[in-house]
Nanobody, 118 residues
Framework: QVQLVESGGGVVQPGGSLRLSCAAS????????MGWYRHTPGKQRELVAT???????NYADSVKGRFTISRDNTKNTVYLQMNSLKSEDTAVYYC????????????WGQGTQVTVSS
């Protein structure tokens, strides 16, 4: 079992910045990927960014150049630095952990609200 604890959401004005953190604990398989997804009412949950244990990253086109994902493997923590925020970034952001080798496991955090509004 893996527990994911998110922090860092809040309200920010357009053009502002926020940093999300997600700390993982429990049975952490070393070959894994962590990432962030977001959900807005009426839409499907969408990928924001992911990063593997080795540091390979993947971003949604909508956030490239504005968001940066990173991780500290010594702390089992993944971060999402969000700059130049737009109103369309408003959503609940969920942390995700998945193994990349068997046994296949996937876990989600409880979600943290990000609201971009003037």
């Amino acid at each position: 079992q893996v527990q994911l604890v998110e922090s860092g959401g809040g309200v920010v004005q357009p053009g502002g910045s926020l940093r999300l953190s997600c700390a993982a604990s429990g049975r952490l398989f070393s070959i894994n990927a962590m990432g962030w997804y977001r959900h807005t009412p009426g839409k499907q949950r969408e990928l924001v960014a992911t990063i593997t244990y080795g540091g390979s990253t993947n971003y949604a086109d909508s956030v490239k150049g504005r968001f940066t994902i990173s991780r500290d493997n010594t702390k089992n923590t993944v971060y999402l630095q969000m700059n130049s925020l737009k109103s369309e970034d408003t959503a609940v952001y969920y942390c995700n952990f998945k193994s990349l080798l068997p046994p296949w496991v996937e876990y989600w955090g409880q979600g943290t609200q990000v609201t971009v509004s003037s």
